[in-house]
């Protein structure tokens, strides 16, 4: 059981990336997979989230409009694509996956699974 993020790095504020998240094993597919991030000095936060067959997404206030999380069910992947980025959004972005959509979306929820994180970095 592995989840492995990539697609990380320095941009320039206003500028976008888009993180990819690869799940191995047989079961993910039926699983909630969300994004989190972590500044330093910071609690690690919830951003999004994505429901298994992905017709549902939820969002932290402060992304709205901003990012998107979408997934290859086929491909057992999920992506963040992030727009408009901004300073602030600078963290260690990592992957989650539970059975529990609802709970996944809950700031402080400790996931099932973790990724090991895919640092982002935006320049002023």
Do not use: H
Not at 7 to 15: I, R, S, T, Y
């Amino acid at each position: 059981v592995q989840l492995v993020e990539s697609g990380g790095g320095l941009v320039q504020g206003g500028g976008s990336l888009r993180l990819s998240c690869a799940a191995s094993g047989p079961t993910f597919s039926r699983y909630a997979m969300g994004w989190f991030r972590q500044a330093p000095g910071k609690e690690r936060d919830f951003v999004a989230v994505i429901s298994w067959r992905g017709g549902s997404t939820s969002y932290a206030d402060s992304v709205k409009g901003r990012f998107t999380v979408s997934r290859d069910i086929a491909k057992n992947t999920i992506y963040l694509q992030m727009n408009s980025l901004k300073p602030e959004d600078t963290a260690i972005y990592y992957c989650a996956a539970d059975p529990d959509y609802d709970s996944l979306g809950r700031a402080g929820y400790n996931a099932a699974y973790w990724g090991k994180g895919t640092l982002v970095t935006v320049s002023s």
